[in-house]
């Protein structure tokens, strides 16, 4: 009997641990639900993405600072272009055409830091904004000048004005239009020879 009893204990503890007979409802069997204590780990999973960097070089904007500025190194040079039709350009458009984009686009040379609108086509229109080379030391090194955006004269920097897009357009002959003679260029200094 003792053996019997033991036996009825334990079916009785199985019961309680592992709950009620498949598909058999502990409410009604009698039994009382057994608590579970789960455990549960939680985990945090930190995730570092590694962003790929593209490298996008940026042509330096360099500022228009007006012709006054060129004048103070380049004063012959200065007083020969103010005799040109480049520095009457923007005077010769009616003004009506000084309000209209594809004139003002030729007719003047830029905008200052400041917003000053630089009329004409001045130094900068061909030389390129000189806020980054207009110091003696960069002018004085051609490649320096260069990196800080000093252009060379050539035909591709004219044509961007001197073309059929021009309602006033003639025929371009570069290697006449720079020539101060003809009326757009200034005088060029004469370079002594080593």
Not at 126 to 140: F, L, N, P, R, V
Request: hydrophobic fraction near 35%; charge should be positive.
């Amino acid at each position: 009997m003792k053996r019997i009893g033991m036996l009825l204990a334990s079916v009785a503890c199985a019961a309680l641990v592992t709950g009620p007979a498949w598909g058999q409802d502990s409410t009604k069997a009698g039994i009382a639900p057994a608590e579970t204590k789960i455990e549960t780990k939680t985990e945090t999973k930190i995730e570092t993405k590694t962003e790929t960097k593209t490298e996008t070089k940026t042509l330096v904007k360099h500022q228009f600072v007006g012709d006054t500025k060129c004048k103070m190194c380049h004063k012959e040079q200065y007083e020969s272009w103010m005799t040109t039709k480049h520095a009457k350009a923007w005077a010769s458009l009616k003004p009506e055409e000084q309000k209209k984009a594809e004139c003002i686009e030729c007719h003047m040379t830029g905008k200052t830091a400041t917003d000053s609108m630089l009329v004409s086509v001045g130094c900068e229109a061909c030389h390129g904004a000189g806020s980054d080379y207009k110091t003696m030391k960069i002018m004085k090194d051609p490649k320096l000048a260069a990196e800080a955006g000093l252009l060379p004269i050539n035909e591709a920097n004219c044509t961007r004005c001197h073309n059929k897009k021009s309602p006033t357009f003639k025929a371009f002959d570069f290697a006449k239009a720079k020539e101060p003679a003809a009326g757009g260029a200034h005088k060029h200094p004469v370079k002594a020879k080593s």
